[in-house]
């Protein structure tokens, strides 16, 4: 068993960036193998080898290869037990899974359509950016309560919904004239504001920031 998983990912990768952050969080080592998809790295037969789609994330850690993201967090806290990511006990690890089967549920298909209309420069309809807001809103009431989705440390919930805010951001610098209402989606939520504050101040996770956005 090598010392350290390997991480193969992708640069923008939502589900690659939620398991770089798993890792930064809970302070596990990891060597970093970035794919570029403009040379068809994650086609090669040698990573198709590892994950027969093509995708990221993969981390390899002697003969564990693991693919699909919500695993890869499950497989972490058992193989690197410290500073858990699914709650300290039955109840919390039930009530991390709760948050994140309704942050897929609920909250991931609007982000989706209006994250994916704001990325291909697309007329995104009210509804959809309505349906997002109300959604939105209703998880910012939880974190006007508390400093975390997961209480008082950040659980795979916050791993999961930090990477997928992004979308919006990333999606409205690329347009040239964003619907109004997405330019603020964040700042417009104090609540949201601080945590997504709070979660890129923790030591390490502002370097997962995708490399490529800085510059394009
Ligand atoms: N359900 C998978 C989704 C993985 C996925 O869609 N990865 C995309 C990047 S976001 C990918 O690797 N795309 C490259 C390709 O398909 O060529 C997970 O959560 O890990």
Same mark, same amino acid.
């Given at each position: 068993m090598t010392e350290r998983p390997t991480l193969f990912w992708i640069s923008g990768s939502?589900?690659?960036?939620?398991?770089?952050?798993?890792?930064?969080?809970?302070?596990?080592?990891?060597?970093?193998r970035r794919l570029d998809t403009g040379k068809d790295e994650n086609r090669q037969a040698q990573y198709l080898?590892?994950?027969?789609?093509?995708?990221?994330?993969?981390p390899v850690w002697g003969d564990v290869v693991i693919r699909e993201s919500l695993a890869i967090l499950g497989w972490l806290d058992?193989?690197?037990p410290?500073?858990?990511?699914?709650?300290?006990?039955? *109840?919390?690890?039930?009530?991390?899974?709760?948050?994140?089967a309704l942050l897929i549920e609920d !909250?991931? @298909?609007? /982000?989706s359509e209006v994250g994916l209309g704001l990325?291909?420069?697309?007329?995104?309809?009210?509804?959809?950016?309505?349906?997002?807001?109300?959604?939105t809103d209703a998880w910012c009431v939880r974190?006007? *309560?508390?400093?975390?989705?997961?209480?008082?440390?950040?659980?795979?919930?916050?791993?999961? !919904?930090? @990477?997928? /805010?992004?979308w919006i951001g990333r999606g409205v610098a690329l347009n040239a004239n964003p619907p109004v209402s997405l330019t603020d989606f964040i700042t417009s939520r104090p609540a949201l504001a601080a945590w997504r504050a709070r979660m890129a101040a923790l030591p390490g996770v502002a370097d997962t920031?995708?490399?490529?956005?800085?510059?394009s």
């Open positions: 939502t589900p690659a960036w939620r398991v770089m952050l798993a890792l930064t969080l809970k302070g596990v080592a990891f060597e970093s080898a590892l994950n027969p789609k093509g995708q990221v994330p993969t058992r193989a690197f410290a500073r858990p990511i699914w709650g300290q006990d039955a *109840a919390e690890a039930a009530s991390v899974w709760q948050d994140v !909250l991931h @298909p609007h /982000l990325m291909r420069r697309e007329v995104i309809p009210k509804e959809a950016i309505t349906a997002l807001e109300a959604e974190l006007e *309560a508390s400093n975390y989705l997961g209480g008082t440390a950040p659980m795979a919930s916050d791993i999961w !919904l930090y @990477p997928a /805010l992004y920031y995708p490399p490529h956005w800085r510059t």
